[in-house]
């Protein structure tokens, strides 16, 4: 591995969208970063980063999002001496943090929508009290941190920044293989990740029953929208896990959220922070999330989704996720 | 005291943060209560006691007061055991982890199952920070599982597609909600375990540290501004046309 400097705040994405992504948390008082883009080749690093960073790093291996310890140990020694580190917040971003956190002796903090350098030390925001406080957290004056940062839309404007030489790192075989993991059902064609989605179309349980999510599916598909979930829906079984937004799902940050029989739970609106647009289709005009919103539409979700379906036109049908048993 | 399982699988059922931060159910009587996420770990694991697949089930909780209550409560689900391990009430997802990894370790369990968050405070990294204390595989946010043997097997949800996971035993599962539906307890259950003992470890009874290592500390908190000052109300009619429009302005690439 090539010697390198060392930063004091080091990124690391899974993929290279998600690295470059996560340098939109960087605030005042951070100088260049390292960024490690996991998963990545060289070749995949086209676009030079919104920000000025240090060095670059593409991790490749097998391995990455199953054995956590044994991405940390090489995450450890890329890291150096860095007093802050950087991940997203997707599963495999919570298991290497865990990993770290462990071996590393790190202070975890999550949820974090910037972080920036004071003269008190390193301080992260995040939101509390379901979006309606933010509240700003003093990082450990030695030792190391993890955060666990929120997507975001926000763009940087830098002074031009220039790619730095991206240098490979293999990640070894583990002593002790971790799982095997392959992948045994094809979801939907044009299913979209919720945290890079543009516009998100989420159901909550107004939408009468998980006979009706179909039909949900179908306007996602139309409009190029990820397809997401209240934490009702998901425990009803409507939909899986993976379609969770909130305080226990993905954290979203479209430019369009649109929310369909959702009233607006706090556990859910804890996963909106991001949105710059937030729709409510909803018979009941005091539910939380009509009170957030720039554009209610107050009329029963099913007959909304039907409507906008018809207008939207015929789209070429998109295979179904088959559901895969034991 | 050593506690040796008759068969490999012991559950470790974790609600530290539910047993922290749960109000007082005045129609169910009881200050504490299982967490939900916790639950499904729970009724998984009794499944494969139920199905002969494991022998002992162990529910153990890390948390900073005395929550026997929400324990019972596990033990009329059908958990045959459950311990409280008495820790500091600060520290953070390290401290945890460490206390639940040392219990499995005195228990001589070879797999831990656990919400998917909740215990440390909705983090979510729990289960793997057991794991690395361990040095066992993680498999995390199942929809559920199946032990095969000396493997296990499970399926969880990505999104973009449906993974499956086998990994070689000792491993940490955690699982969402959604597929394994907890019971309820029956009123039987719960009337003859309102009484029994719920034991309590101090970390040194389980060869752990209770040492807090420093942790972030909030130092301000602040409200947020009113997001919306105000808001257009429509009908179906003009709420569907000002959808069409706001959607056709609205570039559907992903980001």
Not at chain 2, 129 to 142: E, K, V
């Amino acid at each position: 591995m090539a010697k390198h400097v060392m930063s004091e705040v080091t990124v690391i994405g899974f993929g290279y969208p998600e690295a470059r992504n996560l340098l939109t948390l960087l605030g005042a008082g951070i100088g260049p970063a390292t960024l490690v883009a996991l998963g990545a080749t060289a070749r995949d690093i086209v676009e030079p980063p919104d920000r000025t960073v240090a060095e670059v790093f593409a991790v490749a291996g097998d391995q990455l999002a199953t054995d956590p310890n044994a991405l940390a140990g090489l995450i450890e020694q890329l890291v150096g001496s860095s007093r802050v580190i950087v991940l997203g917040s997707a599963q495999a971003s919570r298991d290497l943090a865990g990993a770290l956190a462990v071996r590393r002796d790190a202070a975890p903090v999550w949820s974090v929508t910037e972080v920036r350098r004071t003269e008190l030390g390193y301080e992260c925001d995040r939101p509390g009290d379901g979006g309606h406080r933010r509240e700003t957290y003093i990082l450990p004056a030695s030792g190391m941190a993890i955060i666990l940062g929120r997507p975001s839309t926000k763009r940087l404007r830098t002074d031009a920044p220039t790619l730095p030489t991206v240098q490979e790192v293999t990640l070894p075989e583990s002593a002790r293989p971790g799982p095997s993991i392959a992948t045994v059902a094809a979801q939907v064609a044009g299913g979209r990740s919720l945290t890079a989605a543009r516009i998100v179309l989420a159901v909550g349980r107004g939408i009468g029953g998980p006979e009706h999510v179909p039909l949900f599916r179908d306007l996602a598909d139309r409009l190029g929208a990820a397809l997401g979930a209240t934490r009702a829906v998901v425990d009803a079984g409507w939909l899986s896990f993976a379609h969770q937004i909130g305080q226990t799902g993905a954290w979203v940050a479209p430019e369009m959220y649109l929310g369909f029989g959702v009233s607006g739970a706090m556990q859910h609106l804890a996963g909106l922070g991001g949105a710059r647009m937030i729709i409510a289709v909803n018979t009941d005009p005091e539910a939380p999330l009509c009170r957030l919103a720039d554009v209610v539409v107050l009329a029963d979700a099913v007959t909304v989704a039907e409507r906008l379906v018809e207008q939207l036109g015929a789209v070429v049908p998109l295979p179904r996720i088959r559901q895969e048993t034991m | 005291m050593s506690h040796r399982p008759r068969n490999p699988l012991t559950l470790l059922s974790v609600s530290t943060i539910l047993v922290a931060v749960k109000p007082i159910r005045a129609d169910h009587g009881a200050a504490w209560f299982l967490d939900d996420a916790a639950g499904v770990a729970l009724e998984w694991a009794v499944r494969q006691r139920e199905t002969a697949r494991a022998a002992r089930v162990v529910a153990v909780a890390a948390a900073p007061g005395s929550c026997a209550p929400s324990l019972r409560q596990a033990l009329a689900v059908g958990a045959d055991e459950a311990f409280v391990i008495r820790r500091p009430s600060d520290g953070d997802v390290r401290l945890t982890s460490r206390l639940l990894a040392a219990a499995a370790q005195h228990l001589g369990a070879s797999l831990v199952a656990c919400g998917y968050e909740s215990m440390d405070r909705a983090s979510g990294l729990a289960p793997a920070a057991i794991a690395a204390h361990l040095g066992w595989s993680i498999m995390a946010r199942l929809r559920e599982a199946e032990l095969r043997d000396t493997r296990i097997v499970g399926l969880r949800d990505v999104g973009v597609a449906t993974q499956q996971l086998s990994a070689v035993l000792p491993a940490v599962l955690s699982f969402t909600g959604g597929w394994i539906v907890p019971r309820f307890p029956k009123m039987g259950d719960l009337l003859r375990n309102r009484n029994r003992k719920v034991t309590e470890w101090r970390p040194d009874m389980i060869g752990a540290s209770d040492a807090c290592p420093p942790a972030a500390r909030l130092i301000r908190t602040l409200p947020v501004p009113t997001r919306r000052s105000t808001t257009r109300v429509l009908g179906l009619e003009d709420g569907v046309d000002a959808l069409l429009a706001l959607v056709g302005n609205t570039g559907t690439a992903d980001g």
